[in-house]
């Protein structure tokens, strides 16, 4: 009994020093952003959603068509890539997903007010 209880702990403390869980390494979007501000905090623009959008990984949102967006920052496109802007959803209808900022296609909305221009560049991380 008193060996089954010392394996039991080896194999907890062996399992804590070596995880089986590890994070999934995903490409960067974009090596530069455009924000209003170094710390890309500030609303940018105001966007309505022209199509609904399912988000392929968690750096992205769900957007649905007439939803109306916060912008944040907008990526600086790299050969290769899309163009995508970070914002947040607006409204009390999407109240439970408000706050959640995340990337989509700016193909896929029209700005429909501008706040400021997003002209400082800042390195993404």
Aim: charged share 20%; glycine share 6%; proline share 3%.
């Amino acid at each position: 009994m008193t060996h089954r209880v010392y394996l039991v702990v080896l194999l907890l403390c062996l399992g804590l020093m070596c995880p089986l869980v590890t994070g999934i390494f995903m490409d960067k979007l974009a090596s530069k952003k455009l924000c209003a501000d170094d710390n890309c905090v500030y609303t940018i623009s105001l966007a309505r959603a022209e199509e609904d959008y399912n988000a392929p990984d968690c750096r992205f949102i769900n957007i649905k068509k007439g939803q109306l967006i916060y912008v944040y920052s907008k990526l600086v496109k790299e050969k290769d890539s899309g163009e995508f802007w970070a914002g947040s959803v607006y409204g009390e209808q999407y109240e439970d997903h408000m706050g959640t900022v995340g990337y989509f296609p700016s193909s896929l909305v029209s700005e429909q007010h501008v706040y400021q221009e997003a002209n400082k560049t800042v390195p993404t991380t």
